[in-house]
């Protein structure tokens, strides 16, 4: 592996993890710890992640059971899952916070499909970005003949093409994940 060949693996994986997190805040009906994960409570006057303050637990599919590690918490966390546009209203008997979520109907089940082609298109264009940047790169490195130059080229497709498919293995796997009833 040549230093092209290393760079342009790691920015395309990195483009692959982003599109894994993105999916993973993707509200499918099914509960998931993800969804909370941009949603920030103001604890001690610090922004601070549910996932730092709670044992977030998933009792049922559709259910998200939050306890507070610090029950004086419980109130803030409750507010922040209120501002948040997470679209779920919390319950809050005092000791958790429970999210129920509802399931999606059909239009909204196809609306989030849509939703999910969209970010892998994003992912697909930011990973030709990186093969584009990586082969001019290449193209203005003098000390590579025409021949390695090719070579390199021909590796960083091969990237190019296997991440592709691995954003449509993973795009192929939410769609199917969505659109379950």
């Known amino acids: 592996m040549s230093v092209y060949t290393d760079k342009a693996k790691a920015s395309m994986d990195k483009g692959i993890e982003a599109l894994k997190n993105n999916f993973a ?23 601070t992640p549910i996932m ?16 507070p590690w610090d029950k004086t918490s419980l109130k803030a966390i409750e507010k922040a899952i209120e501002a948040s546009d997470l679209g779920i209203t919390p319950s809050n008997d005092g000791a958790t916070i429970r999210l129920p979520f509802p399931m999606p109907t059909e239009e909204r089940r196809r609306e989030l499909a849509k939703e999910c082609a969209g970010l892998a298109e994003e992912a697909r264009i930011a990973i030709r970005n ?8 290449i193209e203005r490195d003098e000390e590579l003949s025409e021949d390695d130059q090719a070579r390199e080229k021909k590796h960083i497709q091969k990237l190019t093409d296997d991440s592709v498919a691995e954003i449509e293995r993973l795009l192929k796997v939410k769609t199917a994940e969505v659109m379950e009833i």
């Open 25 to 47: 805040r993707v509200r499918t009906g099914r509960a998931n710890p993800h969804a909370l994960d941009p949603i920030k409570v103001d604890y001690y006057g610090q922004p």
């Open 52 to 67: 730092q303050l709670a044992a977030v637990k998933v009792p049922e599919a559709s259910l998200l059971v939050i306890e």
């Open 130 to 137: 990186v093969r584009r940047d990586i082969n001019g790169k």
